[in-house]
């Protein structure tokens, strides 16, 4: 049984005075496509992902068993480790929970009303994998598309769902080679924790596919910013440039870029976390790879895209 049960129907909502009506784009997909879909979403009454203002309350009986993190609240796999991958500026962007198995990454991103983007985001990931001579397959799942894929830095499997507003989406990352079946041990976790992920979207304005900012719980915030300052120590001891510093180029071609292979760089985490280890970013596969631009709500569901003054927020 689902610890927050049902979630509440958009109809059922209250609509807020502004009006969104230009938030989403009705040619997006033709009609005949739109009205028959084999990949169907079969999720039960009761299944998250959950939005935060559907369980508020109950989420606060029980937030000291998740890990909070600002726009989701996710819980943790039994024996899984943290991993957060900062910026240049010392900033987290993504929080990777790490199993016997592989990678788990979770994270939410701003959308219209209108249920639709994980089925043009998973549309364009595949798109750029052909390009890159990787062929990928889309699979039927409980909540519609997963996106299967191998690399020769990582195997992958995409899963997305689209809420009230936002989309969320979970990315699990295994060993080149190993595979990401779908009913093996590293797609049923990662399913588990979507299963009980919590989005809290907030109010504010955010670009179509923008990715929902990722706050730190304090004490976690406190040992990754010990830890990134040690790191920062270390490097200019040894002549190496700090983070956020400019890299000398190197006389070599750059490779294409690849998820890197997942594996645990972080200290236990059961419950409430307590310990992780900062990660210089991107070395996260959820973060690759970087789609083209469609029609329609433009941008890409994998990066945060610039916006040109009086385009649509969220």
């Known amino acids: 049984m689902a610890l927050f049960g049902g979630r509440k129907k ?12 230009e938030d989403f784009v009705d040619d997006q997909f033709d009609e005949d496509e739109s009205d028959t879909d084999e990949f169907e979403a079969t999720a039960p009454e009761g299944v998250g992902p959950f939005d935060y203002e559907d369980v508020a309350e109950r989420l ?6 998740r890990l909070d993190l600002g726009s989701v609240v996710l819980p943790i ?3 899984a480790q943290l991993q957060v991958e900062m910026g240049q500026d010392g900033a987290p962007q993504a929080v990777h929970l790490t199993t ?4 788990i990454t979770v994270a939410a991103y701003a959308a219209p009303k209108t249920p639709g983007q994980w089925r043009e985001v998973v549309t364009e990931i595949a798109d750029t994998m052909r390009e890159q001579n990787v062929t990928p397959s889309i699979e039927s799942g409980i909540w519609g598309r997963e996106l299967v894929v191998a690399t020769q830095a990582a195997d992958l499997r995409f899963i997305g769902v689209d809420g009230y507003r936002w989309m969320v989406r979970a990315v699990a990352a295994a060993p080149p080679g190993t595979g990401v079946p779908t009913d093996g041990p590293l797609a049923e976790a990662t399913r588990a924790v979507l299963r009980e992920t919590v989005v809290r ?12 900012p990722v706050v730190l719980p304090p004490h976690l915030a406190e040992q990754l910013a ?3 300052n040690q790191q920062v120590a270390a490097q200019q001891q040894g002549g190496q440039p700090a983070p956020g510093q400019p890299v000398p180029p190197q006389p070599q071609q750059a490779p294409p870029q690849q998820p890197q292979q997942p594996g645990p760089q972080a200290g236990p ?3 409430q976390a ?3 280890q900062p990660q210089q970013g991107p070395s996260n596969p959820s973060a690759q790879p970087q789609p083209k631009r469609r029609r329609g709500v433009s941008g890409s569901a994998m990066q945060q895209i610039g916006r040109q003054p009086g385009e649509s927020q969220r």
């Open 60 to 65: 606060d009986a029980v937030i000291d068993q």
């Open 226 to 228: 010990a830890a990134y």
């Open 269 to 271: 985490a059961g419950g």
């Open 100 to 103: 016997q198995h592989g990678r």
């Open 201 to 212: 979207r907030g109010s504010d304005p955010h670009p179509v596919r923008a990715p929902l």
């Open 274 to 276: 307590n310990s992780a």
């Open 77 to 79: 796999p039994d024996g």
């Open 10 to 21: 958009r109809s059922d909502r209250d609509e807020p005075e502004q009006d969104y009506a």
